[in-house]
């Protein structure tokens, strides 16, 4: 999913930034890469991440929990002290699609030579060793490794982390993205499937165990109980300070990652800040002071 509605105003900042990178991609290849719709967010109006949303957005009109289950009534016993806010920037990417058209151009375009299945298990500045014993040598080496990128660099920031996110095949009723605040601090989010969009995909932020998952749909969406399809287990990696993770180590290696969940919808902006802002360092515009990881 994306969204100008992140609690971080500088996470929107660089969204909008990465929408520009995307519609530009679309334009290149001809493909739509993004499905725009309109997000709910939704939580109490005293909980502070919902109020860091609210208050980027002055104007907006804010939902009753009546007005929200007459307009979705998939949702249901939405505690007397919430508020609702839709915003209309929000949608989601076309996660499989954008992948193929961007190894496309990276074959096509600039004559990269992709490979799957291999294990990277050395790097230096710019050359990489894979588990066959074959070294590749360039001008530069970008480790973006997700979950696994702490396998790569001696500080060891990050944490891994498993969260599941549930498939559901019924999305009527429903918003076409949501975020949910609750009180005690948790997020639930979901949206239309971006590979199957007559489905739908839940996720539970700072999820506790499976169990909080299933409470949540019996509690909010009991009628899309029954209509679970599949539960499926992923790894994100997080920092503690929860900032993405740029930088060029003492020996001259580049890193992006620690994109804590939130990171696909950036894609082409990672790319950006990799390149013009480690690299060639010609561009520094893109590269948020917050989030330079600190060496
Ligand atoms: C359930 C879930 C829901 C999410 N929802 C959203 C969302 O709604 N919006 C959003 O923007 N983001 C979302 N994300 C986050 C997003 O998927 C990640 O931020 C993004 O995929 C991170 O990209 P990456 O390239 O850093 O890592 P990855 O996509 O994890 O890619 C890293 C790659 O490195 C490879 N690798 C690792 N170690 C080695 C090695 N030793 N040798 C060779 N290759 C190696 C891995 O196999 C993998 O292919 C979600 C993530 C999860 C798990």
């Not at 489905?199 to 299933?214: C, L, N």
């Not at 009991?222 to 790894?235: Q, S």
């Amino acid at each position: 999913m994306w969204r100008v509605t992140h609690n971080y105003k500088i996470r929107n900042e660089m969204m909008r930034d990465a929408m520009k990178l995307w519609r530009d991609l679309e334009k290149e290849t001809g493909e739509e890469l993004l499905v725009q719709f309109p997000l709910l967010t939704m939580g109490s109006v005293d909980n502070e991440d919902f109020k860091l949303v609210a208050e980027q957005y002055p104007d907006a009109t804010l939902l009753t929990p009546e007005e929200i289950t007459t307009k979705f009534p998939a949702l249901k016993n939405i505690p007397s002290d919430y508020k609702g806010m839709i915003n209309e920037d929000c949608g989601i990417v076309r996660a499989r699609k954008a992948l193929d058209v961007v190894s496309k151009l990276a074959q096509d375009k600039y004559g990269a030579k992709l490979l799957f299945n291999t294990k990277v298990t050395n790097t230096t500045k710019n050359q990489v060793t894979t588990e066959d014993g074959t070294t590749y040598t360039g001008k530069h080496v970008v480790i973006a490794a997700g979950a696994y990128s702490n396998d790569f660099d001696e500080k060891k920031p990050s944490k891994r982390r498993e969260i599941e996110y549930i498939v559901f095949d019924d999305p009527s009723d429903m918003p076409k993205g949501i975020i949910e605040f609750t009180n005690d601090g948790n997020e639930f989010y979901g949206m239309l499937d971006g590979d199957n969009l007559d489905r739908y995909k839940m996720g539970e932020f700072f999820q506790r165990t499976i169990a909080s998952m299933a409470q949540y749909f019996r509690t909010r969406l009991p009628d899309k109980f029954d209509r679970i399809k599949y539960v499926h287990p992923c790894y994100i990696t997080m920092i503690d300070s929860g900032e993405f993770q740029y930088k060029t180590d003492e020996k001259g290696v580049h890193f992006a990652y620690g994109f804590s969940g939130t990171g696909f919808k950036f894609l082409p902006l990672h790319g950006k800040i990799v390149y013009d802002g480690l690299i060639n360092k010609f561009d520094q515009r893109f590269v948020p002071t917050k989030f330079r990881a600190k060496m």
